[in-house]
C-alpha cells in the first residue's frame, strides 16, 4: 500500500508497466437499504482498478478522477450477487452505509 502521492509517483515514473492501481483488502460493515447491517470483505482501491483488472460495472458507473481527492467522498461499488442479495436488487442506493 502506497501513500496517494507515493502512488502517483510510481504511475508516473513506471516505464515498464502499462497500467497501476491500489488495492488494498478490509472488512466493511454495509447497511441502510434494507433494514440489518452485515459485515463482509471490501476493498479500498485507486480508480484505475477496474480498468487494470479488465473489469466493466454492470449497472452505474466508474469512478471518477474528483472521487480519488484528498477530503473526497468516497464511491462504492458492490457486486452484483451482493446487490441482489443483500441489497435486495434496489434500483437506489442513496440509503446504503458503509463504514470500514
Known amino acids: ?3 496517494d502521492p507515493d502512488f502517483a509517483d510510481v504511475r508516473r515514473q ?12 478490509t472488512m466493511v460493515t454495509v447497511g441502510g437499504t ?27 458507473r466508474w469512478f471518477v478522477p474528483e ?14 450477487a451482493f446487490w441482489r442479495r443483500a441489497l435486495g436488487a434496489a434500483p437506489d442506493l442513496r440509503g446504503l452505509t458503509v463504514t470500514a
Open 14 to 25: 513506471t516505464r515498464t508497466l502499462r497500467a497501476a492501481a491500489q488495492y488494498q483488502g
Open 67 to 80: 472521487e480519488q481527492a484528498p477530503g473526497a467522498a468516497p464511491a462504492v461499488l458492490v457486486s452484483e
Open 34 to 60: 434494507m433494514g440489518g447491517a452485515e459485515r463482509v470483505a471490501g476493498a479500498f482501491v485507486s480508480r484505475e482498478f477496474l480498468d487494470v483488472m479488465g473489469v466493466r460495472p454492470v449497472r452505474g
Open 1 to 3: 500500500w502506497f501513500t
